[in-house]
C-alpha cells in the first residue's frame, strides 16, 4: 500500500536521504521546509511544500494541502547554536527549544489531531540526538532540546497507543551531512576528535539514519513504540 510521508526540514541533509529512501519503496513522499523547498523536491523527484513548524498556521495550511499523513517524520531541527553554558545567549536558548522542542510539539500535536479525526492510525518519526543522553561541552542548548524530544516522543506514544498511532525517535550521533563534511574535512582534527569517541570508528552516513527511520516507520516496528532508537557506531558505550 502506498503510504503518505511527510519529512520535515526534507531540503536538509539528512531530511534529503529519509525522502529519497521513502520514495524507493513507491511512497507518496511530500518534504516541508521553511523556504527553497520546491528546488530540492523537484531534484530529489517528490512533493514539496512550503511549512514553518514553529507556525501553527503554516502547519494548518501545509497539511491541507498535503492532504491524509500516513507517516510524519520530524526532522525539521536546529544545529547551529554552540556555546558553554556561562557564554551561551539567552536568545540561542530560546531559538533552539523554540524549533527544536515547540516545533516538533505543533507537528505532533496538529498531524495526531488528523490521524486520530479521520480514524486512521499512523506513524511518527521523531529526530533526536545521542546527545540528549551524553553531554558534549559547548553542546548542551542543542543537547537539552533533544532530550526534550526523547520525553515528547514518551508523552506521544503512552496517549497515542490507544488510536493505533506510534511513536519512535532515531537518535544518531554525528551524522555525515554535506554541512558536517566541509566543516569538519577529512582528516581534520574536529573530525579525528568525534571519530575516536565512536566504538566502530567512523560517523553515521545519512543512509545510516535513513534506514533506522524507515525501520521503525515499517511493519518490521509493528511493536515497537515509545522508544529512542540510538545510531551511534556505540558512542553511547563509552
Ligand atoms: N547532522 C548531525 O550530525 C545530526 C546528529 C543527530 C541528530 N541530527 C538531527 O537530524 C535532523 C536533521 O539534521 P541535518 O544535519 O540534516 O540538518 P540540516 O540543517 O541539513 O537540515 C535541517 C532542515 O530543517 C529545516 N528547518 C529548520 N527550521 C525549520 C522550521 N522552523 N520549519 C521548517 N523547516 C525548518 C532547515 O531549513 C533544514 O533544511 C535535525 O533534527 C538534527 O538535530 C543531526
Known amino acids: ?18 525522502a529519497t529512501a521513502f520514495a524507493k519503496t513507491g511512497d507518496d513522499v511530500v518534504i516541508a521546509d521553511i523556504d527553497d523547498v520546491q528546488d530540492a523536491a523537484g531534484s530529489l523527484g517528490v512533493r514539496g511544500v512550503t511549512m514553518d513548524i514553529t507556525d501553527d498556521t503554516s502547519i494548518g495550511q501545509a497539511l491541507d494541502q498535503v492532504g491524509p499523513v500516513d507517516v510524519l517524520v520530524n526532522n525539521a531541527g536546529l544545529l547551529s547554536v554552540h556555546g558553554r553554558l556561562l557564554e551561551l545567549p539567552a536568545s540561542d536558548m530560546r531559538q533552539i527549544l523554540h524549533t527544536n522542542v515547540y516545533g ?22 521523531n529526530l533526536s540526538s545521542i546527545g540528549g543522553r551524553q553531554p558534549t561541552p559547548g553542546m548542551g542548548g542543542y543537547e537539552s532540546s533533544k532530550a526534550a524530544v526523547d520525553a515528547l516522543t514518551r508523552w506521544a506514544a503512552i496517549e497515542l497507543a490507544e488510536h493505533g498511532i506510534r511513536v519512535n525517535a532515531v537518535a544518531p550521533g554525528p551524522v555525515l551531512t ?11 582534527a574536529a573530525r579525528q576528535a568525534w571519530v575516536s569517541r565512536i566504538p566502530l570508528r567512523q560517523l553515521a552516513s545519512v543512509e545510516d539514519v535513513a534506514a533506522a527511520v524507515m525501520f521503525l516507520a515499517s511493519g518490521n516496528a509493528a511493536h515497537v513504540t515509545g522508544t529512542s532508537l540510538p545510531v551511534d557506531g556505540g558512542q553511547l558505550l563509552t
Request: no cysteine; charged share 10%; net charge positive.
Open 1 to 18: 500500500m502506498t503510504r503518505t510521508v511527510l519529512v520535515t526540514g526534507g531540503a536538509g541533509g539528512i531530511g534529503r536521504a529519509i
Open 104 to 125: 516538533t510539539f505543533l507537528m505532533i500535536q496538529q498531524v495526531a489531531r488528523r490521524m486520530v479525526g479521520q480514524g486512521q492510525p499512523g506513524v511518527i518519526v
Open 178 to 188: 554535506p554541512t558536517l563534511a566541509a566543516g569538519m574535512p577529512e582528516g581534520s
